[in-house]
């Protein structure tokens, strides 16, 4: 390349590395939609709840009535209703609302807690309010009640066990300390019940929660199973969907060939079929290699040695294996000196940029291309660049996955699998290093592989 061509290599570009998350916004997407199916369960839940505990709250106060002082059930009716009223407006807030972000989920979490704690308090109300003056029946009512909203409240809201844990002293402690002791053996027997029934639920608010944790974790580990190994068997699919396409088409343009040169008459058509057979064979060759190769890395059968080296020779030596087919695509190539050092595998960063480099000569429609390295902070950076036809802005995010071939490949004689740039990812990852895009580069493409530079 002549110098004044130079600028193609930009000091100062850089690569936004956003690969790694490109599919979080798709799958938090997904997990949205997934929540918001359960949301009309989630309101009837709550409604159902909120609708058994009010007209609990109602006979209870009916029922009571006749032991209490007017004044005091009536104050304790009004606080009452005010709470319910706050607890309604907060489920239909919820659910219109519909929290996905992790700090809306620790708020309406907040929430949840501060509406059952002042549940617990009224219903202590109850029972220091309404029991000292009640008859017997209506004693043993109000310890069904209380037993009944515990075991609800441990099952359904197992998530705030400080609070379950709470009610449990604070409710059933209050019965015990204010019931009724007219008949001793009779209250005696429902004492050692009682007490028995608070440590069960005690131990049950530790448990419920840890089982519910180990249940959702064994599920979410059994979905990532399932989910990995439908990624297996599409990737499998499409490999053998790509391997019998990509060497069939080869190997019937051999065999047609082939016939000419056997059946041919015309020796110049003969020579120039042999040519195509050759270039055929050379072809499905490449190919095969690209499938062993993509194979090895994927099933980890390839180690990486590191080292400290010289970027530049490898540099060198990739630019020098590159340029008799360079010269077949009429490209030009500017290898540049560099005495960068970074820890690598020769033989596995000499793969990964001679991939690279392949890429840009056969996809790219350019007539020159650059190799060269840079630091980049504690990294070093071994650049690629072409000025051909470049990259789609949509191509950009499934670049380096598994068979994507890009809609600006140019590619339709001299295909391929799709693998080359994902078998680039897999090789740097090897050597604890990446492969990227500048997506801001505009004349062409600029990839690169970067590396931990070596110590000074």
């Known amino acids: 390349m002549a110098d004044d061509r130079q600028p193609l290599f930009k000091p100062g570009a850089a690569m936004r590395t956003d690969g790694a998350d490109r599919d979080s916004a798709p799958q938090r997407d997904g997990q949205i939609e997934a929540a918001a199916e359960h949301y009309p369960i989630g309101l009837l839940a709550s409604l159902l709840r909120y609708t058994g505990l009010a007209a609990a709250f109602y006979s209870m106060s009916v029922l009571f009535a006749p032991y209490v002082a007017p004044i005091t059930m009536r104050s304790w009716r009004v606080v009452t209703i005010i709470f319910m009223s706050i607890w309604l407006i907060s489920i239909f807030v919820h659910y219109r ?54 075991s609800i409240t441990i099952i359904s809201a197992p998530q705030h066990s400080a609070v379950n844990r709470f009610a449990i002293i604070a409710m059933l402690g209050s019965i015990l300390t204010v019931y009724d002791y007219q008949t001793p053996l009779f209250n005696g027997v429902i004492m050692v019940f009682v007490l028995l029934f608070a440590a069960i639920m005690f131990f049950l608010s530790k448990v419920f929660p840890e089982t519910i944790r180990q249940t959702a974790q064994a599920h979410a580990i059994a979905e990532a199973a399932r989910i990995e190994a439908e990624m297996q068997r599409d990737a499998k699919g499409r490999f ?95 290898a540049l000196p560099s005495s960068l050092r970074a820890v690598a595998d020769f033989e596995l960063l000499e793969r990964a940029l001679l991939n690279l480099v392949d890429n840009g000569l056969r996809h790219a429609q350019s007539t020159r291309l650059l190799i060269g390295a840079r630091r980049q ?76 530079g070596a110590a000074a």
């Not at 220091?128 to 009640?134: E, G, K, L, N, S």
């Not at 057979?277 to 490449?286: G, K, V």
């Open 377 to 452: 902070g504690s990294s070093i950076r071994i650049w690629v660049i072409d000025d051909g036809v470049g990259i789609a802005p949509g191509d950009i995010a499934s670049l380096f996955d598994d068979y994507f071939q890009g809609s600006n490949h140019g590619d339709e004689v001299r295909g391929g699998f799709g693998l080359g740039l994902a078998s680039v990812q897999r090789t740097m990852a090897l050597m604890n290093g990446t492969a990227g895009l500048d997506p801001n580069w505009k004349q062409g493409a600029a990839f690169f592989l970067e590396l931990q």
């Open 240 to 334: 053998l969907a790509s391997a019998s396409h990509d060497l069939g088409q080869p190997l019937q343009s051999a065999r047609l060939f082939f016939d000419q040169v056997v059946r041919g008459t015309d020796p110049v058509r003969r020579a120039r079929a042999a040519m195509h057979t050759e270039a055929a064979f050379s072809l499905i060759e490449r190919r095969l290699h690209q499938m062993i190769e993509h194979l090895r890395l994927e099933s980890a059968g390839t180690t990486a040695t590191l080292a400290e080296l010289t970027v530049g020779h490898s540099i060198a030596r990739t630019a020098a294996l590159a340029e008799a087919m360079a010269a077949q695509q009429q490209v030009a190539i500017h």
């Open 97 to 150: 609302v519909r929290p996905e972000r992790a700090e809306e989920i620790r708020r309406w979490n907040l929430i949840g807690k501060t509406l059952l704690a002042g549940t617990v308090l009224i219903i202590m109300a109850m029972i220091w309010i309404f029991m000292p003056h009640a008859p017997e029946p209506l004693h043993l009512l109000m310890t069904i009640f209380v037993m009944a909203y515990l």
